[in-house]
C-alpha cells in the first residue's frame, strides 16, 4: 500500500524513494508486524483464555510433565501471527504483483484450515481434530490452486523446473509432475512444522530462521544482477516474497515473547499450518524446492522420527523411539525442555547455513 501511494511522489519529495527498495520495505515490514504483535498480543491472549475455559487439549499419550505444566494454556496464537503478517505485508509490499497474492491466499487458507482444527479441538475437548483424511484433502486442494496460477503467470524457460543445488544453472524439467510435486512441498512443510511445534518456543525459531533464508533467496532470484552472478534462476517478482518473509520475522519475534517457556499461548495449527505453507509456497515459487529440505532438515527429521515410528510399530510391534515427534524422545531421555529448544535451534541456524552456501558454491 506505501509503496502505491508514496513511490508516485517520490519524483517531488526524494526521499520517499526509499521505498522503491525492496530492502528498505523488508525491514519495514518486519519491524510494523513486531509492533502490531506487541500491541495485540495481551488483548489475544486474555481473549483466548476467556472462551477456552480449559485451554488447549493435553495429548495423554505424549510427556507426563506436560499435563501438569502445560494445562490450561490457550491455543490458537497463531491467529497473532496471521494478522500481523498480513497486515505488515498490506502495508509494505507491492500489490500489483501476483506472487503476493498468491502466496497470501495459500496463508490465509491454510490458516482457516488450521483454525477449524483448533476449534474443533478445543470443542470436543480433545486432542483429536479435523480427520487427517479430510485435512490433507483440502490442503492439497489450496496447494493445487496456488500451483496451477504459478504456473500460468510463470515464463517457459522456468515452469515446470526445479533447480538442482551445488550447480551451475541445472534444473530438472518434470513436466507434468511439476504440479503433484510441488503440492507435496507445500503440504509437507505445513504439515512438518506442525509437527515440530511441540515445546514451548521450538517451532518458531527455526521458522524465523528459515524465513531469513528465504528471504535471501527470495530477493536474490527476483534481482537480475543477483540471480546472473549466483547463477541462480531469475525469477520476475519474487523479490517482493523477501517482504512476506521479513514480515513472518517480525510477527514471529512477537510470538516468541509470550511463546517463550513457560509459554502465554500456543501457536496451534492456525499458526503451524499458514507459517508452514508460507515457507513451502516461498520455496516452490523461487525455484529452491530442494534447498528447503536442507535449509528446513530440522522439520524433515522430525516428520522422518514420527514415519519410522509408526513404519516399525506396525511392522515389528517395536518402537524405535521412546516417543515420536524427535522431540518427545529426548524429553523421555531427561532433557529439560530448554535444552532441547536450543540445540534444535543450533542445529536448524547450521542446516541455514548449508542450505545457504549452496547460492555460492556451484
Not at 180 to 191: D, H
Not at 292 to 316: M, N
Amino acid at each position: 500500500m506505501f509503496y502505491y501511494y508514496l513511490v508516485p511522489l517520490s519524483e517531488n519529495f526524494s526521499f520517499l524513494n526509499l521505498f522503491n527498495y525492496i530492502t528498505f520495505r523488508a525491514g519495514g515490514a518486519l519491524f510494523t508486524s513486531l509492533i502490531i504483535s506487541f500491541i495485540l498480543g495481551p488483548h489475544l491472549i486474555n481473549y483466548l483464555k476467556k472462551i477456552q475455559k480449559s485451554g488447549q487439549p493435553i495429548r495423554k499419550d505424549g510427556p507426563k510433565s506436560h499435563i501438569i505444566k502445560k494445562v490450561g494454556t490457550p491455543t490458537m496464537g497463531g491467529t497473532l501471527i496471521l494478522f500481523s503478517l498480513i497486515s505488515s505485508v498490506i502495508l509494505w509490499s507491492n500489490l500489483v504483483n501476483k506472487l503476493v497474492w498468491l502466496v497470501l491466499f495459500v496463508i490465509i487458507s491454510f490458516g482457516v484450515i488450521g483454525a477449524i482444527d483448533d476449534f474443533k479441538k478445543i470443542k470436543n475437548k480433545s486432542s483429536e481434530g479435523t480427520s487427517g483424511k479430510i485435512r490433507l484433502i483440502f490442503e492439497f486442494t489450496v496447494a493445487v490452486i496456488f500451483l496451477y496460477f504459478l504456473n500460468l503467470f510463470s515464463v517457459e524457460e522456468i515452469r515446470n523446473h526445479i533447480s538442482i543445488p551445488y550447480t551451475k544453472g541445472i534444473t530438472i524439467d518434470l513436466n507434468y509432475w511439476y504440479i503433484p510435486f510441488g503440492a507435496f512441498v507445500v503440504v509437507g512443510t505445513a504439515n512438518a512444522i506442525n509437527l515440530t511445534d511441540g515445546l514451548d518456543g521450538l517451532a518458531i525459531g527455526p521458522i524465523m530462521i528459515t524465513a531469513l533464508s528465504f528471504a535471501l533467496i527470495a530477493y536474490f532470484t527476483g534481482n537480475y544482477i543477483f540471480s546472473e552472478y549466483l547463477k541462480l534462476p531469475f525469477i520476475s517478482g519474487t523479490g517482493e516474497l523477501a517482504i512476506i518473509c521479513a514480515a513472518l520475522i517480525g510477527s514471529g519475534l512477537g510470538f516468541l515473547w509470550y511463546n517463550a517457556p513457560p509459554a502465554m499461548v500456543f501457536m496451534g495449527d492456525t499458526g503451524s499450518l499458514s507459517v508452514g505453507s508460507a515457507i513451502g509456497a516461498i520455496a516452490v515459487a523461487t525455484k529452491h524446492e530442494i534447498v528447503l529440505a536442507i535449509i528446513g532438515g530440522l522439520f524433515v527429521l522430525e516428520t522422518v522420527s514420527v514415519i519410522i515410528q509408526v513404519t516399525s510399530f506396525k511392522l515389528t510391534g517395536k518402537r524405535i523411539f521412546k516417543m515420536a515427534p524427535l522431540h518427545h524422545h529426548f524429553e523421555q531421555k531427561g532433557w529439560s525442555e530448554s535444552t532441547i529448544v536450543i540445540r534444535f535451534w543450533i542445529i536448524s541456524i547450521v542446516l541455514a547455513l548449508i542450505g545457504l552456501a549452496s547460492l555460492k558454491l556451484r
